[in-house]
């Protein structure tokens, strides 16, 4: 089978650190991948994973597990720029799968 | 270089009519991927090309929607008979190759309304 799971929805504070979580079943699976997406615009990448471990791109870290098939996505330093989706996308085969996202909320 | 691009960028029409959706992905680009997402919901995966083939097609919802690419490059996505429940903003991605490892990059969307 294949699953995806994600949160709804998170709400953090400005200046603050959040996690987005994501488990996933699937087959063939290569490595996971995040995307952001603004109201209105379209899916931009954020990271790839392909190896166990946390990868660091200024503010956005994304961690993967494959023993636990789970990885996330750190955001820190929340700025309200960043209120957007968040899409994590395993890569199974020649194909990645989106799920229905985080919509992740910022408070001033 | 240039983006992905989407023609048209809305698109309103009704119910029983066929709508073509047309994509132009980034030059060099051999993987093509159309989604599509409904309000507040993720993106549904409709149908990848690897050059001019479609390896996967399981993501079309019926009969109704067919895609072809054609010169490697400019595909489109034609939607008979559209329903209402067909409406939704419809995204075309592309890759230098298939697979996660390779970025993809989204065109900014056709907005379907069916009336």
């Known amino acids: 089978g294949q699953s995806l799971e994600q949160p709804s929805e998170v709400t953090a504070v400005e200046g603050a650190i959040v996690q987005i979580n994501c488990t996933y079943q699937?087959?063939?699976?290569?490595?996971l991948s995040w995307y952001q997406q603004h109201d209105g615009g379209a899916p931009t990448f954020l990271s790839y994973n392909a190896l166990d471990g946390l990868e660091e791109t200024g503010r956005f870290s994304s961690f993967l597990s494959r023993s636990d098939s789970y990885g996330y996505l750190l955001l820190q330093e929340l700025q309200m720029k960043v209120s957007a989706s968040y899409f994590c996308?395993?890569?199974?085969?020649?194909?990645?799968?989106f799920g229905k996202g985080t919509r992740l909320h910022i408070l001033p | 270089g240039a983006g992905v691009s989407q023609s048209p960028s809305n698109k309103v029409t009704e119910k029983g009519k066929d709508v073509e959706l047309r994509c132009d992905p980034i030059?060099?680009?051999?993987?093509l991927y159309w989604y599509r997402q409904s309000l507040g919901q993720g993106l549904e995966f409709l149908i990848y090309?690897?050059?001019?083939?479609?390896?996967?097609k399981s993501g079309l919802p019926s009969d109704r929607f067919s895609a072809e690419r054609t010169g490697g490059s400019v595909s489109t996505l034609t939607i008979q008979r559209t329903q209402q429940e067909d409406s939704a903003v419809y995204l075309c991605a592309s890759s230098l190759r298939a697979g996660g490892l390779e970025t993809q990059y989204f065109g900014p969307g056709t907005r379907l309304l069916v009336l």
């Open positions: 030059s060099g680009h051999t993987a």
């Open positions: 996308a395993p890569d199974r085969d020649d194909k990645i799968i």
């Open positions: 090309f690897q050059g001019n083939s479609a390896p996967d």
């Open positions: 699937t087959s063939g699976f290569y490595g």
